[in-house]
């Protein structure tokens, strides 16, 4: 097999593309990241691995604008991601002056869809390695979306979505646990399903809530302090009441 | 016959520009807004050839936009004055754009800034400024009027002035101007002189 991953043009005997399965595998590597789509809001999450003490963290932006109604989170190569982002940005802006109307959130994620597929069919290139989660809202109906693109430049539209580092349990949770939400109870099914795989606390996650009045908003790490005691509070409440059955049986 | 003209007074910036879109002897409308919204705290007065003014200004518009979701600030008055400048003087020997450009902003930490752009790339900074054949008696009015650190009431009394100029001396005078201001609360539309409404709608038969 070790013939076939060379080139990323060639597949190999039995239909594989092997540099799109080991960016996929540099994916599942990154940092945990999840998405959740309410009916107001749309929340993404990131787990934050310790950041250096030397460290200015604020440069350390994982989920990004890329337009004013539309934000982008993602899991693998973080160099990889800077080049995908701006590309990405200068065609939310390209849109708008060709057009005069601002993207949806399914244009632009075809568009980085696009772009993840060309470099797994040109010459000498490798793919792009990392998966991305892209949420917005249609900036005329409003209507929140949430997306998913992959290494091998597929996507989809998602209720909640993870990727990065135990996105399987991640999304195991999300399944058992989905329901229509919004506003706040949107923000802690994100932090829900986060804290499955990252240690809980503020300092370890990134959350940023984007609703249709008030665009992309990062909750700071106090915010995300006191929700992760609410749901450990509620946690503690719903175990507690499982140990004490009900007196009259 | 277009005018365009500014100033800068006690924290604000304003410019005027008049409203009529005109082609050879017809004007096609005469409440076409020149001055553009470039983000939240700039004014761009543009005058010029009508496709190239619409087509600079949003270019410019696009890219000052891009900078701020790239780098996580907005561009200051004086880099988006040098950056349309650079656009200019890039486009000149090719494919000049017949453009005449004020471009007014507010920087939090240096107030107000007024820039004169004009279409073979020339940039000054300026207290006041204008272009076309109304600047002959606008900047005469402002000239005679002008002293730093206007009021808001006494910057608009002068524009004022300036317009009943431009109104009664020029002979084929716009009818119509919008004025816009932009101070430390952003950028806006301040108001309308309208001399000729645009009717709307069909005649009563």
Request: glycine share 8%; with cysteine.
């Amino acid at each position: 097999m070790a013939r076939y991953d060379r080139a990323i043009t060639v597949f190999s005997p039995d239909g594989h593309l092997f540099q799109v399965e080991y960016a996929l595998e540099a994916v599942r590597k990154g940092n945990a990241a999840v998405g959740v789509r309410g009916t107001d809001t749309i929340v993404l999450g990131v787990e934050k691995k310790s950041t250096a003490k030397l460290q200015d963290s604020r440069t350390v932006r994982k989920i990004v604008n890329l337009d004013d109604h539309i934000a982008l989170a993602c899991a693998g190569l973080k160099a990889d991601a800077r080049v995908l982002i701006n590309r990405a940005r200068i065609e939310c802006q390209s849109h708008r002056l060709t057009v005069e109307d601002p993207v949806t959130v399914e244009y632009i994620t075809r568009y980085i869809a696009g772009l993840q597929q060309k470099y797994t069919q040109s010459g000498g290139v490798r793919p792009f390695g990392l998966s991305t989660l892209i949420v917005g809202f249609d900036p005329y109906t409003g209507v929140p979306s949430l997306y998913q693109t992959d290494p091998s430049g597929t996507f989809s539209a998602w209720k909640a979505n993870a990727t990065g580092r135990n996105s399987n349990s991640m999304r195991e949770f999300l399944e058992k646990n989905y329901k229509e939400t919004s506003g706040q109870e949107t923000v802690k099914l994100a932090i829900r399903a986060l804290l499955e795989v990252v240690e809980s606390g503020g300092k370890n996650i990134e959350i940023a809530v984007m609703t249709r009045e008030h665009g992309l908003r990062q909750l700071d790490e106090a915010e995300i302090d006191a929700i992760v005691a609410e749901i450990e509070a509620e946690k503690a409440a719903a175990e507690a009441a499982k140990k004490a059955p009900p007196k009259d049986t | 016959m277009e005018c365009v003209f500014g100033l800068v007074g006690d924290g604000f910036a304003l410019v005027v520009a008049d409203s009529s879109a005109v082609h050879s002897i017809l004007v096609h409308k005469s409440n076409e807004d020149k001055i553009m919204v470039l983000d939240s705290h700039k004014l761009l007065g543009a005058s010029g050839e009508g496709g190239d003014r619409a087509q600079f200004t949003e270019y410019i518009q696009k890219n000052v936009a891009l900078y701020q979701f790239r780098n996580g600030i907005p561009l200051t008055t004086a880099a988006a004055a040098n950056f349309t400048r650079g656009e200019l003087a890039t486009a000149l020997r090719k494919n000049p754009y017949a453009v005449n450009i004020l471009l007014a902003g507010y920087d939090k930490d240096i107030g107000p800034s007024l820039y004169y752009i004009d279409y073979i790339a020339s940039l000054h900074k300026i207290e006041k400024g204008a272009f076309g054949y109304g600047s002959y008696f606008s900047l005469a009015m402002m000239d005679r009027h002008y002293h730093s650190g206007m009021t808001v009431e006494e910057a608009v009394d002068l524009v004022d002035k300036c317009i009943m100029e431009i109104r009664s001396r020029l002979v084929v005078a716009p009818p119509n101007f919008v004025i816009k201001i932009v101070d430390k609360d952003g950028a806006r539309e301040y108001a309308w002189r309208e001399s000729i409404k645009d009717t709307t709608g069909a005649p009563t038969s």
